[in-house]
Nanobody, 123 residues
Framework: QVQLVESGGGSVQAGGSLRLSCAAS?????MGWFRQAPGKEREWLTS?????????TYAGSVKGRFTFSRDNAKKNLYLQMNSLKPEDTAMYYC??????????????????WGQGTQVTVSS
């Protein structure tokens, strides 16, 4: 059982930055970040393999603006979000899955989810 707790969400103006944190009781083979806006499907943002030297992969919508990092000693994951846009407004989730999740990028392949943290970007 992996417990995930996100924090760091809030309201920010367009162009601003936020840093989300995910406190994890443990890691899955694959860890990732998703978001879900009202009326939309859950969207994969970034993920990486945790048991090997790996670099994160990013969705095109956030590549170059968001950075996924980890602190293994604290079992914390971070999502640094820069140059935020109104379309980034959503609930953001941290997720853990098996290694296949980092290939499929499907929400269904991530076993554990946090409760989410809300990000609101105003124009």
């Amino acid at each position: 059982q992996v417990q995930l707790v996100e924090s760091g969400g809030g309201s920010v103006q367009a162009g601003g930055s936020l840093r989300l944190s995910c406190a994890a009781s443990g890691y899955g083979d694959c860890m990732g970040w998703f978001r879900q806006a009202p009326g939309k499907e859950r969207e994969w943002l970034t993920s990486m393999h945790m048991n090997v030297e790996d670099k994160p992969t990013y969705a095109g919508s956030v590549k170059g603006r968001f950075t996924f990092s980890r602190d293994n000693a604290k079992k914390n994951l971070y999502l640094q979000m820069n140059s935020l846009k109104p379309e980034d407004t959503a609930m953001y989730y941290c997720a853990a899955g098996g290694s296949v999740a980092c290939f499929s990028l499907r929400p269904a392949d991530f076993y554990y989810w946090g409760q989410g943290t809300q990000v609101t970007v105003s124009s």
